[in-house]
């Protein structure tokens, strides 16, 4: 005889349901490697906002006499030591023997209050840049995938266009030009100085966004176009065309929640790009201006000492370094995280 | 096949032509001009006009665009405003072709290193060799140039005293005008920017490779091949390389994109002569001129790397038809 479950007992075996990226958080979190990327993404995060109160200096605090020392310089802390260099600043959080860590660059700023106030920098260029090619590259491609036929055909063509771009002497070009547009305002109408000042007030980041963001939508675009035009056929979206709903409201409310997803990890895998290329073009003067301090500029300025003085060059490069490493971990665990092929290896 | 060929040239001069005026545009948009009357380089007034007059920078946009191109279809670059020894082409037929020897021998680097290495991390899957060369390919891609660059000098330059800090090996005149002389002195130079351009390059090669194999050899043709009794090295060589080298082949128009980029970079690190450096240093002179030549030398590159390799891609994968 079969044995037959009640209803409790039923219910009780039944597990229960998982969403599917409660699945992929799981598979994330048992890749240790991009577990720790995102905790130290988060560290930075952390420290760019409370960076005034874990540097012992301000980012331009200059000690001229203290210049190019060496890191840990100084730090057996003798009574002698401590008489001439502790100090209590007045504030809770400012107070200890003001040693350089890492040492301190030609004009004897911190190094590391540099490179801690340089993650804002860097930071808000991930962010930033990642979202303005995020948006209108999800829009162009989401509306060129749906839209189909001709207009489809002739938006793609733009992007093949754009595709052929050399992108970093163009980019180089157009950050040229709004450095020079904002050092000589005087010259540009109301708009521009308007759009001038809020770039003075950013340090120079706001233009620096919007040329990356605009040169980088491209991917982005070609990507949502793909997974439009995946998802156009399924039923879902047929249903709904058949209910009579509007084409925006099929495109936002049902396309885009479900294409979201790779695009959100393509854009994650794109931000180290940014991060370097803001440093690229603070190496070469374009980029914010100092003393804002930003680890492509600091990179710059301490190049010229490479041999006498090279901790000048490999502080900022390995802070450098270890973000976009931390970015690509994270990228690249999400990504596996999220392909159903991959569960269970 | 060159019908094909022949369209995607003729759609490319178009193309090429767009860039050209979007870069004109851009730069003469510039505030400031070569002959600044205001700022440190004060010339007087007049003697500025007489130079925008000869250079004919006080006529219209598009007539000066218009004379631009005149003169482009001549083959005539137009004239350096810094120099009047020199002009464009000049400065072209300098620094191209060291920036072509640095971006091929980086790109060879790239591939010489990480097939053999993604070869290789594939047969030994999950091994020692594997993890390390996964983590050293991680590591590579996610390294910045600008990172890069600095810790090797300070090892191998520096410290080590094995090869030189900066500049190039090889001046020009160069043999049939882009080959350098292979001495050791040009070997000793190369070393260090070409490891530092093709590292990234090699690190991408090396994953891609690595997962293209190891999809094709769970293939069920490679079961059959095995099974007919062949060695392993035929059925690898013969088999499964050609198939697990289309993802490759796939990402060489955007390595050769990053060569680009890349070596733009590099130049600027290492003191390199080259048309990225140039670029760079001519900006600030406003040679409006040099900077439209050096973009439309970079996107001609980069619409001749796309085609070869649209090209190769058709002749590995006999599937695909270009109609």
Redesign the interface.
């Known amino acids: 005889m079969v044995a037959e479950l009640t209803v409790d007992e039923a219910q009780e075996n039944t597990r229960e349901s998982r969403s599917p990226s409660q699945d992929a958080i799981r598979e994330f979190r048992r890749n240790k490697v991009a577990v720790a990327g995102a905790i130290f993404i988060v560290a930075l995060v952390v420290a760019a906002f409370i960076a005034p109160l874990i540097t012992p200096y301000s980012h331009e605090t200059q000690n001229v006499s203290n210049n190019r020392a060496r890191p840990m310089e100084g730090y057996v802390i003798t009574t002698d030591f401590a008489a001439q260099n502790c100090h209590w600043y007045g504030t809770p959080l400012e107070w200890g023997c003001t040693i350089s860590f890492v040492g301190s660059d030609t004009l004897g700023r911190d190094l590391w209050s540099r490179v801690v106030y340089g993650t804002r920098v860097s930071l808000a260029v991930a962010v930033v840049a990642a979202t303005v090619s995020l948006t209108i590259g999800t829009t162009y491609g989401i509306i060129s995938g749906y839209a189909g036929g001709r207009v489809d055909n002739f938006m793609m063509r733009i992007v093949d ?1 754009l595709y ?7 980019i ?3 950050t ?2 709004f450095q ?2 904002g050092r ?1 305002g005087e ?1 540009a109408g109301a708009a521009a100085n308007f759009l001038i000042n809020i770039n003075q007030a950013m340090g120079g980041l706001f233009f620096i966004f919007i040329v990356i963001g605009a040169l980088f939508w491209l991917g982005m675009a070609r990507l949502a176009r793909g997974q439009v035009l995946t998802y156009k056929q399924q039923e879902f979206v047929q249903a709904a065309e058949a209910m009579g709903a509007s084409d925006n409201r099929i495109l936002f409310r049902h396309l885009l929640p479900n294409i979201i997803g790779p695009l959100l990890i393509a854009e994650s895998l794109a931000i ?1 790009g940014y991060i ?1 290329l803001e ?2 073009l603070s ?2 003067g374009l980029g914010v201006q100092p003393p804002r301090p930003s680890w ?1 500029a600091m ?1 710059n300025e301490g ?1 010229q000492g ?2 006498s003085a ?1 901790w000048l ?2 502080v900022p ?2 802070a ?2 270890l973000t ?2 931390a970015f ?2 994270m990228g ?1 665990g999400l990504r596996d995280a999220f392909d159903v092929r991959l569960r269970g290896r | 096949m060159v019908n094909y060929i022949i369209r995607r040239i003729l759609i490319a001069i178009p193309v090429l032509l767009l860039m050209v005026m979007a870069t004109f545009a851009l730069i003469s948009a510039v505030p400031g001009g070569p002959f600044d009357t205001s700022g440190q380089k004060k010339m007087p007034d007049h003697i500025a006009a007489i130079m925008e007059r000869q250079y004919g920078l006080d006529k219209p946009l598009w007539e000066q665009f218009a004379r631009y191109l005149g003169r482009l279809v001549q083959g005539d670059m137009g004239p350096l405003m810094q120099s009047r020894v020199q002009d464009v082409n000049d400065v072209v037929s300098q620094t191209f072709p060291v920036s072509l020897q640095l971006g091929v021998m980086a790109v060879f680097l790239g591939l010489a290193v990480g097939i053999p290495a993604g070869i290789i991390a594939a047969l030994r899957r999950n091994t020692i060799i594997d993890y390390t060369a996964t983590f050293f390919a991680v590591l590579f891609a996610s390294i910045p140039n600008l990172v890069l660059a600095p810790m090797l000098i300070l090892i191998f330059a520096v410290a080590l005293d094995w090869f030189p800090i900066a500049f190039w090996g090889a001046d020009p005149p160069f043999i049939l005008g882009i080959f350098p002389k292979p001495t050791s002195e040009f070997f000793h130079h190369a070393a260090l920017p070409v490891v530092v351009l093709g590292m990234g390059s090699a690190a991408v090669v090396t994953r891609l490779t690595r997962a293209g194999l190891l999809d094709v050899l769970s293939a069920d043709y490679i079961r059959t091949a095995r099974a007919k009794g062949l060695r392993e090295r035929a059925v690898i060589v013969v088999h499964a390389l050609k198939n697990s080298l289309i993802p490759v082949v796939t990402i060489m128009g955007p390595l050769f994109a990053a060569a680009v980029t890349g070596s733009l970079i590099v130049e600027q690190i290492f003191a390199i002569n080259g048309m990225g450096r140039r670029f760079i240093s001519s900006l600030g002179e406003r040679e409006y001129f040099l900077l439209t030549g050096l973009t439309l030398i970079y996107g001609a590159i980069l619409i001749g790397a796309n085609l070869v390799v649209d090209i190769l891609y058709a002749w590995l994968d006999p599937r695909i038809r270009y109609d």
């Not at chain 1, 052929?164 to 163009?170: D, E, F, K, R, V």
């Open positions: 266009f052929a771009l050399p992108t970093l002497p163009i180089i070009l157009m040229f030009y020079q547009v000589r010259e180290p370097f440093a690229f190496f070469i492509g990179i190049y490479l041999r090279p060059v490999l490069g390995i450098l370094m976009t490493l690509n971990f690249d």
